[in-house]
Antibody
């Protein structure tokens, strides 16, 4: 079964840092582009970041560029999102998701709640 | 960037009703349009891909149609377990764009 299991998240003060993890099973992470998508409380879905297979790089939404870093550990089959300089507006549930043919996202992880508050 | 306009933003219907949600793209996106279901407190789940293809295991009461810039998502006979928010999504290499979502409730 193809699954994504997330860990990390929690309460952090403004300006703080947090790292989210997304462990893949049932497929090899390194052969797929992977994404992070977030959802602020009561709001819709917002794409955050993408890790491309070919090593050509990563992409970020303007709202997180320069503060968030997406990475991958092939040996652990795990995707990460390092979040620095966190702001109140970063408060959201963060989901990892697998990219299918650069068209759709499936499956999704169960989500990790990040709350930025003093 | 291409914008996706989804309507309505909320919808109340009775069990057994036919429910329709639309998604309008700001330009021609071929059939690169997908539909997700998000139940309260859960992650989004892919239901329909490439405008009209039903994901494996998804009940046949769900369907999608359209191409170009106008797309429709339909539930032919609403069931209580269909209570969720539904999102359309467009993605062609970059960027990824979601509709605003349609919150579906039972009357």
């Amino acid at each position: 079964e193809v699954r994504l299991v997330q860990s990390g998240g929690g309460l952090v003060q403004p300006g703080g840092s947090l790292r989210l993890s997304c462990a893949a099973s049932g497929f090899t992470l390194s052969t797929y582009w992977m994404h992070w998508v977030r959802q602020a409380p009561g709001k819709g879905l917002e794409w955050v970041s993408r890790f491309r297979v070919d090593g050509s790089g990563t992409d970020y939404a303007d709202s997180v560029k320069g503060r968030f870093t997406i990475s991958r550990d092939n040996a652990k089959n795990t995707l990460y999102l390092q979040m620095n300089s966190l702001r109140a507006e970063d408060t959201a549930v963060y989901y990892c998701a697998r990219d299918i043919h650069h068209r759709r996202l499936d499956p999704w992880g169960q989500g990790s709640l990040v709350t930025v508050s003093s | 960037d291409i914008q996706m306009t989804q309507s309505p933003s909320s919808l109340s219907a009775s069990v057994g009703d036919r429910v329709t949600i639309t998604c309008q793209a700001s330009q021609d996106i071929s059939n690169y349009l997908h539909w997700y279901q998000q139940k309260p407190g859960k992650a989004p789940k892919l239901l329909i891909y490439d405008a009209s293809n039903l994901e494996t295991g998804v009940p046949s009461r769900f369907s999608g149609s359209g191409s170009g810039s106008h797309f429709t998502f339909t539930i032919t006979s609403l069931q209580p377990e269909d209570i969720a928010t539904y999102y359309c999504q467009y993605y062609d290499f970059f960027p990824i764009t979601f509709g605003q979502g349609t919150r579906l409730e039972i009357k």
